[in-house]
């Protein structure tokens, strides 16, 4: 996928990111303030989950239930700056899991994420649209 996308078909692209998604690993890169959260937000809706949805910042992930009982896990590592805090939280037992991980920030955590995570790159284009690429 390689689409441009602004606020209004939000939705139509998370749903796409779900269904086109070879596995249920998803590291957003981009720069600060590109969407990663609002897009994980609204992937999260998409997947129904029944709880308040927000980022992670400070406590580093978040658990979320789905109303069919599947567990979204959404991980920030912005404030990560040695891999053994990550590895300290278990999150090599997440990835093990078979749950929905997406994770902002991963490259903090490079050296332990599943080599066949799917990668979502966003960036902001000059009309203030944004681009999305899934690798």
């Known amino acids: 996928?390689?689409?441009?996308?602004s606020l209004d078909n939000l939705s139509e692209i998370a749903s796409e990111i779900i269904t086109s998604a070879e596995n249920?690993?998803?590291?957003?890169?981009?720069?600060?303030?590109?969407?990663?959260?609002?897009?994980?937000k609204?992937?999260?809706?998409?997947l129904d989950?029944?709880?308040s949805i927000s980022s992670p910042t400070f406590s580093l992930v978040n658990e979320y239930e789905t109303s069919k009982?599947?567990?979204?896990?959404?991980f920030d590592f912005y404030r990560i700056t040695d891999e053994e805090e990550a590895l300290d939280m278990g999150i090599e037992e997440y990835f093990d899991n078979n749950?929905?991980?997406?994770?902002e920030w991963p490259k903090n955590i490079e050296n332990l994420l599943p080599l066949d995570a799917v990668e979502i790159h966003l960036s902001i284009l000059n009309d203030?649209?944004?681009n999305i690429q899934l690798k």
């Open 42 to 46: 609204e992937i999260c809706k998409n």
């Open 128 to 130: 203030g649209k944004r």
């Open 99 to 103: 749950d929905w991980c997406l994770i």
């Open 69 to 74: 009982k599947e567990k979204v896990f959404h």
């Open 49 to 51: 989950v029944l709880d």
């Open 1 to 5: 996928m390689n689409k441009n996308y």
């Open 24 to 40: 249920k690993t998803l590291l957003f890169f981009g720069e600060m303030g590109v969407g990663k959260t609002t897009l994980i």
